[in-house]
């Protein structure tokens, strides 16, 4: 049974953590190693804000509850992913703990400044909107989010007007709306087409295309940022490859996993600003960070790398 | 989901822990709650010794016990723990509360439930599923790779409490209270059972199976003196 600290040992517990996780994360990257394995930037349109083109996604993956253990492993996902050079991490009201398990780990690497921190109002009440994002930022521990977006379109006409509001003062940076799934684009196009809008995020990934047709080039020609959610289908994608042999010509773009295969597929498309992954292995964080370097396919390899994939 | 065609989602994609996290939530209340397990294993041995004699002062024990352990884990394990990462969950505890209200209403009357003394089939299933529940069901998380630190012990976490109430109610008496207590546990086990699935838990058919179970009890029909 754990017995209760003293105040100076628990201070001493939280410090040798931080140095375990600084070590860590200086390994992944060593010395003169770390310049030249920085990731690839997007500036996301109209902003000038520049994000790594590979981010952190935390649906299931962070909702950890308070479970101390699970709590330190997404610290060392974060740790791992800021120490590879990732930015923007993205969440939910809709979550459960992953919020709060954020705000745990950036309170823990002292991260707040590093982060981009982009997040959703949830909420069918436009009243509530404001109350709910004032929560999940208490959630976070930042100042302010820098991206807020309407989380599945949800009651997204009345949220917009507060985010631009928001915007206005300065309480957030920048806005946008999300969908997953490939559902209501028709009703994504709609906004986008009406409305002045920095972000939309849609799933996008080598199987599911869908976004291609219409809403990529739209959000493109208007100087809207894309990130691209279940870039591996929550995992389904991967396990179907799994076991299958990576085609020799993967070499070409540097992609020696089949995640770092799909990864380039999509942050190659022109019009996505950066993919969000969520994964709790620090492994992985590592390996869909190495997939924001160059060589990227150029148009032709990447219908051949979809062509590939169909045909498995 | 909100404001989406949630029908159009596949199962996999409602679930908002992993199958690491949902282990953990048991393991941590086994830890946090230790040993209460020895009082609940002791508690659910003696309401079995009841019902294999029961009279109207056992069956009222009984009832209350489920009463109490119905709020405890509605309380200690759906509110304080699962809610945190499953928002859903938020919703559901309450309704625990709701059927602790009925157990406890019940309790307070001589004649609320009457448990058979003669065997039958019915009754046979009833003190079958109450002792899975209370000695086998405890056993699935070690058998199924999430070790013993994560057994699921009666009246302490809700699969076997649903599952002991289950049999209960299979075989009480008079039956219109009897199907009015076996509705929520027969739901939540269901979505114990589909929760369980989705997360690829290889014990994901015991709460479907236990349902089934005690459906086919209820509606058995009963034997010819007490009709």
Known sequence: ???????????????????????????????????????????????????????????????????????????????????????????????????????????????????????????????????????????????????????????????????????????????????????????????????????????YNIVDREAERRLLPLARERGIGLIANRPFQRKRLIRRLAGKPLPPWAAEIGAETWAQFILKFIISHPAITCAIPATTQVEHVRENLAAAREPLPDEALRRRMADHVRGL | MGGSAWWTYRPEDLLMFSPRVYARLFELHNQALWPAQLLGLALGGVALAVLLRPGPRGTRLIVALLAVAWAFVGWAFLWQRYAPIHWGIAYVAPLFGLQALLLAGLSTLRAGLHLPRRWSVRRGIGIGLFAYALVLHPLVAPATGRGLAGAEILGLTPDPLAIATLGVTAMAEPARRAWALLALPALWCLQSGFTLYILGEPGAWLPLLAVITALVARCWPAPAAQR
């Open chain 1, 1 to 203: 049974m754990a017995l209760p600290l003293p105040p100076r040992l628990l201070l001493s517990r939280r410090r040798l953590l931080r140095g375990l996780l600084a070590a860590a994360a200086a390994s992944a990257l060593p010395g003169a190693l770390a310049r030249s394995a920085e990731p690839l930037t997007r500036t996301l349109p109209g902003t000038g804000v520049a994000l790594p083109r590979v981010g952190l996604g935390s649906w299931i993956t962070f909702n950890v509850g308070d479970d101390p253990l699970l709590l330190e492993a997404c610290t060392a996902v974060m740790a791992a992913f800021f120490a590879a050079g990732g930015r923007l991490i993205d969440s939910s009201p809709m979550y459960g703990t992953s919020q709060a398990t954020i705000g745990h780990a950036l309170k823990q690497l002292q991260a707040v400044e590093r982060v981009y921190a982009a997040d959703k109002v949830w909420t069918s009440s436009r009243d509530a909107g404001p109350e709910q994002i004032e929560a999940s930022r208490q959630a976070w521990g930042v100042p302010r989010f820098d991206l807020l977006q309407v989380h599945n379109l949800r009651g997204w006409e009345g949220h917009l007007e507060t985010l631009q509001a928001m915007k206005a003062t300065g309480e957030v940076h920048h806005l946008g709306i999300t969908t997953s799934h490939g559902r209501r684009h028709d009703e994504v196009e709609h906004i986008l087409r009406r409305v002045s809008l920095d972000s939309v995020q849609l799933t």
